[in-house]
């Protein structure tokens, strides 16, 4: 019987307010906002009924708050890796996506297109970003084949690993929303992977929108 590793793909919850439609990336270490503690806890209440074995996270604070209330209730202490931080978006860092429009004339809907292309100024290549998500994958199945994986990161991380693992250029990432706090399961074996379930919210119900 072919080995199975099954990892759980999770991105932070909702980061705070200011931080709404800002490209902060890997350069501004952004909190989560009430909101997303809330999605925290209901992401890991939905979790604890079939924990992970494994937990590896990002080390930048949104993914540590996101990833404390899983922490504390299956016992597990993450293993950071410092190559799941989000890509350096160069000089869209701290910019709205109005801002990006007005300053660049470029829309800040095509990220996936620019950053592949380098079309984003002093922001970090797609080869070097895919470098670095493509030895923590491979840290992350050498370490724990046959396990399950709770993989904890962001949006262009998880996108960035679809992208390795399905063999898709990273701009045809864009297909796959990823939201706060959502889970994506992919069953990764020797011979291929298969994702059976992806970007699902378990505190979407639970967690009203704020207004």
Request: net charge negative; glycine share 6%.
């Amino acid at each position: 019987m072919e080995l199975v590793t099954r990892l759980i793909l999770i991105r932070h919850g909702e980061v705070a307010e200011r931080y709404h439609r800002v490209f902060g990336g890997s350069q501004i270490d952004m909190e989560l906002s009430e909101r997303g503690h809330r999605q925290a806890q209901s992401l890991a209440d939905y979790i604890a009924s079939a924990p992970p074995e494994v937990l590896y996270s990002s080390p930048m604070r949104r993914v540590q708050q996101t990833l404390a209330p899983l922490a504390q209730q299956s016992a597990l202490t993450p293993i950071l890796l410092p190559g799941l931080r989000e890509v350096d978006f160069g000089t869209w860092t701290g910019l709205n996506w109005d801002q990006v429009q007005e300053r660049f004339n470029r829309s800040p809907f095509d990220w996936l297109n620019l950053l592949e292309s380098g079309g984003i100024a002093e922001a970090e290549s797609s080869l070097s970003f895919r470098e670095r998500v493509e030895l923590s994958l491979q840290q992350i199945l050498r370490e724990s084949s046959g396990r399950t994986v709770a993989v904890v990161c962001h949006g262009g991380v998880i996108r960035m690993l679809l992208s390795i693992m399905l063999e898709l250029p990273f701009r045809r990432t864009k297909m796959f929303e990823v939201d706060y706090a959502s889970l994506t399961r992919v069953l990764h074996r020797p011979s291929g992977v298969e994702i059976n379930l992806h970007n699902f919210t378990a505190w979407r119900d639970l967690v009203p929108h704020e207004h």
